[in-house]
C-alpha cells in the first residue's frame, strides 16, 4: 500500500515562499516514485478541489495557469520524495494541499492534453497553506 506524506505547509506573507514535501513509500519490490504521475492538488474552503502541477512517469509536467510562472514541482528520485517549490504566494493560493499518484501510464502527448485531470490511486493526508498579512 503507497503511502503519501505531506509536510512544509504553514502561515506565510503575501509575497512569501514555501516548498511542500510529499514523502512515499509502500511501493511494491522493484518500484520507485519514477513510474508513477505524481500531481499536487488544493482545496479551498468552499470550493472544488483544483489539480495546480503534476508530472508523468514520462517526465511531462503540467501547472494550471493560476500558479504557472510561480509554482515548481520536482521529484527527488532518491529519496522517492515530490516537491513543489511555492513563490510569490497571493491570498487565493490559501487551502489544503494534497499529493497524489497515479500508475496509470500517459503518453507525453496525452499527459500534456489532459493536465491533472487523470484519477489518482492514492492520496496524502494534506497540509494547509495560508498566505495572510
Known amino acids: 500500500q503507497v503511502e503519501l506524506v505531506e509536510s512544509g505547509g504553514g502561515l506565510v506573507q503575501p509575497g512569501g515562499s514555501l516548498r511542500l514535501s510529499c514523502a512515499a513509500s509502500?511501493?511494491?519490490?522493484?518500484?520507485?516514485?519514477?513510474?508513477?504521475?505524481i500531481g499536487w492538488y488544493r482545496q479551498a474552503p468552499g470550493k472544488e478541489r483544483e489539480g495546480i502541477s503534476c508530472t508523468s512517469s514520462t517526465q511531462t509536467t503540467n501547472y494550471a495557469d493560476s500558479v504557472k510562472g510561480r509554482f515548481t514541482i520536482s521529484r527527488d528520485s532518491a529519496k522517492n520524495t515530490v516537491y513543489l517549490q511555492m513563490n510569490n504566494l497571493k491570498p487565493e493560493d490559501t487551502a489544503i494541499y494534497y499529493c497524489?499518484?497515479?500508475?496509470?501510464?500517459?503518453?507525453?502527448?496525452?499527459?500534456?492534453?489532459?493536465?491533472?485531470?487523470?484519477?489518482?490511486?492514492?492520496w496524502g493526508q494534506g497540509t494547509q497553506v495560508t498566505v495572510s498579512s
Open positions: 509502500g511501493f511494491a519490490s522493484g518500484f520507485t516514485l519514477d513510474y508513477y504521475n
Open positions: 497524489a499518484v497515479s500508475d496509470t501510464y500517459y503518453s507525453s502527448t496525452y499527459f500534456a492534453k489532459i493536465g491533472c485531470t487523470y484519477e489518482n490511486d492514492y
